[in-house]
Structures are given as structure tokens and as C-alpha cells.
């Protein structure tokens, strides 16, 4: 059964600059800051979003797609396969 953090700010690997404050009833809050720096401040551990990701699983670049194609021009025809007519202009006087 999932916990109460799974898939909140608390545990996404963006949740960063954290700091702890006890409010009057002792509870432990948690704000920190997004790496995204689309989030205004402060932002709470229990908040979510749709860009979470797991700490640890984060890279800086996003796996190469695994498509059939090899490049966005295969297919294509080369430009010099494309027909070229003249351009009518009017005779000259």
C-alpha cells in the first residue's frame, strides 16, 4: 500500500532548498523550492504535480525515443527530387 508522500513534492527529486518549521500544535511542516522554478514559494511537501520524479531516477537528459524511424527526414524526398517548373513572366515588347 503506497504512503502518504508517494508522488508529492516531498519525495520528487526537484524538492529542493528544504526547510522544517513546527507549528503551535507540533506538526512538522516542509517547504522547500522546484528545480522547474514554475512553482511559486513556498512550496509544501504534500503538493503535487504532474512533472514528479522519483529521486535517484532523475537525468539531465531524457532517453533517446525507440521509434523505427532513424530521423524526422527519412522519407522525404531530397529537395533536388522536387519538380521545378519555369515561371511564366510576359514577353518582352
Known amino acids: 500500500m503506497p504512503d502518504g508522500t508517494e ?3 516531498g519525495s520528487c527529486a526537484r524538492f529542493v532548498r528544504v526547510i522544517e518549521t513546527v507549528d503551535a500544535n507540533g ?10 522554478g514554475v512553482w511559486p ?3 509544501y511537501s504534500t503538493s ?3 512533472q514528479w520524479v522519483q529521486r535517484g531516477a532523475f537525468k539531465a537528459r531524457p532517453e533517446p525515443r525507440r521509434s523505427g524511424r532513424t530521423s524526422s527526414t527519412e522519407g522525404r524526398r531530397p529537395a533536388s527530387a522536387v519538380h521545378r517548373f519555369p515561371i ?6
Open 7 to 9: 508522488r508529492r513534492c
Open 27 to 36: 506538526e512538522v511542516k516542509r517547504a522547500g523550492e522546484c528545480l522547474l
Open 41 to 43: 514559494s513556498p512550496l
Open 48 to 50: 503535487t504535480c504532474s
Open 88 to 93: 511564366a513572366t510576359p514577353a518582352a515588347r
